[in-house]
């Protein structure tokens, strides 16, 4: 089973010395979980350190290799009451999309953010404002930064908002990510729908 190439025994994600815990009832392997984009054998999982670096950004988020392009999807997390809000849709971060979820959680009602990030496409009817409902198209993913022939990738992360955390704060994106006392980094295992 690949998993994060920073990925301890357990499967945690290790970012920078913090590990992202995993709820422990939630499985490890990565490929029980739905993702926005179609999986196949030749995926990997890697943890995005070197081009979230290169984009000045902490690295928290996943990055799902591919060997062709394919059309990323909205997913709906886990416990997720209606549809997700569109914060951001713009060229940020190579083309990426911003949705705020709410989700009836254990501890209570909670909104995580899922960024979707290194779109070469993304769908015309993706608007910051607009809500958008399970399996919308966001677009299409796209050669990574420094791109080898044939490889493409999609960049996900995920971050609980505190309570209060204005919808404003995205106006500055990709710089937002950087508060981490408002923004707390998730595992996407914690919320992505598995099976």
């Known amino acids: 089973m690949p998993v994060p190439e920073h990925a301890d025994h357990s499967g945690h994600l ?11 009832e939630r499985p490890a392997n990565f490929y029980r979980y739905r993702w926005p984009t179609q999986l196949s054998e030749r995926t990997r999982f890697n943890v995005s350190l070197g081009w979230a670096k290169s ?11 591919s060997s062709a392009p394919a059309p990323a999807t909205l ?12 914060v951001y849709s713009g060229p940020a971060l190579n083309g990426s999309v911003v949705t705020v979820h709410h989700v009836q959680a254990r501890t209570g009602d909670t909104y995580y953010a899922l960024v979707i990030a290194n779109l070469a496409r993304r769908a015309p009817e993706v608007a910051k404002g607009s809500s958008l409902p399970q399996g919308a198209v ?4 796209g050669p990574p930064g420094n791109p080898e022939p044939g490889t493409f990738s999609l960049w996900l ?13 995205w106006e500055v994106f990709p710089d937002n990510l950087l508060d981490s006392a408002a923004l707390i980094p998730t595992d996407l295992r914690d919320v992505l729908p598995f099976f």
Do not use: F, M, N, W
């Open 138 to 141: 966001l677009g299409e993913i």
């Open 157 to 169: 992360a995920c971050y609980r908002l505190a309570p209060g955390y204005s919808k404003a704060a």
């Open 14 to 24: 290790e970012i920078k010395g913090h590990i992202l815990s995993r709820d422990p």
């Open 55 to 65: 984009e000045g950004l902490p690295p928290t988020g996943v990055t799902l290799d």
């Open 75 to 86: 997913v709906e997390l886990s416990g997720q009451i209606g549809s997700a809000d569109v």
